[in-house]
């Protein structure tokens, strides 16, 4: 990482996919080179630009973390600045408000609180299962267990589901820094099994089972299930599937929404999961676009996942900003049409 200087990064939030991904990523490197950060035009590729409730609490739990001064914290902002102070390690609690994503909050400020200098733990409050956001599936089945490989520990429990519009979800995590080693996640290894979890609350049976005769009509499940939440804030639907191999997991989550059908969420589900299979590299679009900045942490590493998507080569791009690291996306030599390899280098004087 840089080391710390009062020159602030300047970032055009039009770049890139121009949504919220380059607002968390460069808070979160932000806060771990301590370099002040001047953005603009944030959210200007959505149809709604600005800050929206979640990306503020993003920014208000950044803030928190690392006492930072900020200006432009308010929804609709579309220009920020955020000079951070000192990570402090902690008991936070982050309340993102309805049903806004509670990992996407988890993002912005894990990267720093695992180089804190002591351990953290983090109530979050809202949304656990979001359109356009990783499932708090995802991240505990997925993506924490890379990290755990890198030499992290952390772990995450699931109190309270939280689905749109009401919200409700509670999630405990806790953060122990130790020093992170480099990735190599070049291959998937053996299969180890496929899955298929329906969440229900407060909505028919036939809802779910209907969702698991696509998924088992489509796919070569070892095992389905359907689990009832408890009833509370409103009803939710949610199809798990989870595709497990020797040294990765992937799991896409279907949501059920209002007017569409339950084969329809089911079939989208499935198309997803079926895509990642298909491409046969480690890291799916979701992990790949979460690994750079541990890697970044962690002083490199590299891993082999399908087409970059819009997020990771938009976090690329805000990692080279900052002269944190450099990140390379190049055709891998093993399927060079369809797998891509992702290497992070770390120079000493960087």
Do not use: W
Not at 86 to 108: C, E, W
């Amino acid at each position: 990482m840089n080391k710390r200087t009062d020159s602030p990064i300047e970032l055009d939030g039009a770049q890139g996919e121009g949504g919220g991904q380059i607002l968390r990523s460069a808070l979160a490197l932000s806060m771990l080179g301590g370099r002040p950060l001047r953005m603009s035009n944030i959210r200007a590729g959505r149809s709604k630009p600005g800050l929206m409730r979640q990306h503020l609490a993003c920014v208000r739990a950044a803030a928190e973390v690392c006492d930072a001064q900020v200006e432009g914290a308010e929804i609709g902002a579309t220009a920020l600045s955020f000079r951070p102070g000192t990570t402090r390690a902690g008991d936070y609690t982050f309340k993102v408000g309805s049903a806004g994503s509670t990992m996407l909050v988890l993002q912005t400020v894990l990267p720093a609180l695992l180089r804190a200098g002591a351990p953290s733990r983090l109530l979050l409050e809202g949304g656990t299962h979001n359109q356009m956001a990783p499932s708090a599936d995802f991240v505990a089945g997925v993506f924490l267990p890379q990290l755990r490989r890198m030499g992290a520990q952390v772990s995450m429990k699931l109190h309270r589901h939280g689905f749109y519009p009401a919200g409700g979800g509670l999630v405990e995590v806790g953060i122990t820094p130790a020093p992170l080693v480099p990735l190599q996640l070049l291959q998937r290894g053996a299969g180890a099994g496929m899955d298929a979890n329906v969440l229900l609350r407060t909505l028919p049976r036939h809802i779910g089972e209907r969702e698991l005769e696509v998924a088992l009509r489509r796919l070569p499940l070892a095992s389905s299930q359907i689990e009832h939440l408890p009833q509370s804030f409103g009803p939710a639907n949610a199809l798990v599937l989870r595709a497990d191999f020797e040294h990765v997991s992937e799991i896409v989550v279907g949501l059920g929404e209002h007017g569409v059908s339950a084969e329809r969420v089911a079939d989208g589900a499935c198309d997803e999961l079926l895509h990642y299979l298909a491409h046969g590299a480690p890291a799916g679009e979701h992990l790949a676009d979460q690994l750079l900045l541990p890697l970044v942490i962690a002083g490199g590493g590299c891993f082999v996942t399908g087409r970059p998507s819009p997020h990771l080569e938009t976090n690329a791009a805000v990692i080279r900003a900052f002269g944190a690291a450099a990140v390379s996306i190049a055709p891998d030599d093993s399927d060079p049409q369809r797998r891509y390899r992702v290497t992070v280098e770390v120079g000493a004087d960087r």
